[in-house]
């Protein structure tokens, strides 16, 4: 901050931006830090991110999150990124410090310290259902956390096979591909499930979601659909008596870290899940 006469700004550009709860979260943490912060949701074309990005810079704001399509069209527009958001190629938050700007990408450490409420990843078996920029994210970050293995089904059995391979070369946990098939059975070795369909606003979700067999109820199942009812998958999990880590959880967890990156301060998950419980209904 230049001058204590002036309010940091932090901003989420948004296509679209209505509807989507970043201002409302972080407000709470900026009235709960005692902070002089304020925060701006703002509509952004596609092709009209290059002049909003420049005016981040320009304008001094501490940084911006970003919503759909933008994230993805954010990669080649931002000179320096994280490993995670070139692994994913998507950028969910972009921090504005001494330099350049730098992108992030968040979400799949936020469905990691979500799971780390229920289960503790290192070692684990996991299946990633969708292997899109969220998928990606999330299968880094498990490998990172020490996943044993990790098997990639999506709807475009290319792009699995992709990820797979991204994984392999990452020296970590061993990956596979297992087919997408309407009803697709749940290998019997593995420990966590995790549904990463594409984010809201971004690319179209496959036109019906598999039917899982073989659930069992010692497996961990999350879900990073932002509803507050059961997505499919959930729905097919609770009946299951599986544990079920939902998109308001992972949501939460993944905004306390981008809190924590903009503003230096560590909000309380459980309050930014209840003001998100507050803002969906």
């Known amino acids: 901050m230049t001058s204590a ?7 989420l550009l948004g296509c679209p931006a209505a509807g989507n709860p970043a201002q409302y979260l972080f407000e709470r943490a900026i009235e709960a830090a005692g902070l002089d912060v304020r925060f701006l949701t703002v509509e952004v074309a596609p092709d009209q991110l290059a002049d909003a990005l420049a005016g981040v ?13 933008l994230r993805e069209a954010a990669v080649p527009l931002i000179a320096s990124t994280s490993p995670a958001a070139a692994f994913a190629g998507a950028v969910t938050l972009v921090e504005r410090q001494a330099g350049p ?8 450490r936020g469905v990691v310290e979500a ?9 684990c078996r996991v299946l990633v259902l969708g292997a899109g920029s969220r998928g990606r994210a999330t299968a880094l970050e498990l490998a990172l956390a020490g996943a044993a293995s990790i098997v990639v089904a999506d709807p475009d059995a290319p792009r699995a096979a992709a990820l797979a391979e991204a ?3 990452l020296s970590a946990a061993p990956a596979a591909v297992l087919e997408w098939t309407d009803s697709l059975d749940v290998p019997p070795d593995v420990d966590i499930i995790v549904a990463a369909g594409p984010a809201p606003g971004g690319s179209p979700p496959p036109a019906k979601g598999p039917t899982l067999t073989g659930l069992r109820g010692d497996l961990v199942v999350a879900d990073l659909t ?8 959930a729905s097919q999990a609770q009946a ?11 949501h939460a967890a993944r905004t306390a870290i981008d809190i924590h ?12 899940r209840d003001a998100l419980d507050e803002f969906l209904s």
């Open 240 to 250: 299951a008596a599986a544990c079920v880590v939902d998109g308001l959880e992972i």
């Open 115 to 123: 799971l780390r409420s229920h289960i503790d990843p290192a070692g």
């Open 101 to 108: 700007l730098t992108g992030h990408m968040t979400d799949g």
């Open 261 to 272: 990156t903009l503003l230096g301060v560590d909000a309380d998950p459980d309050m930014l």
């Open 226 to 233: 932002l509803t507050t009812s059961p997505s499919p998958v």
């Open 167 to 169: 994984l392999g070369g």
């Open 57 to 69: 810079a320009a304008m001094g704001f501490r940084g911006c999150l970003l919503s759909g399509p």
């Open 5 to 11: 006469a002036l309010q940091d700004i932090i901003a």
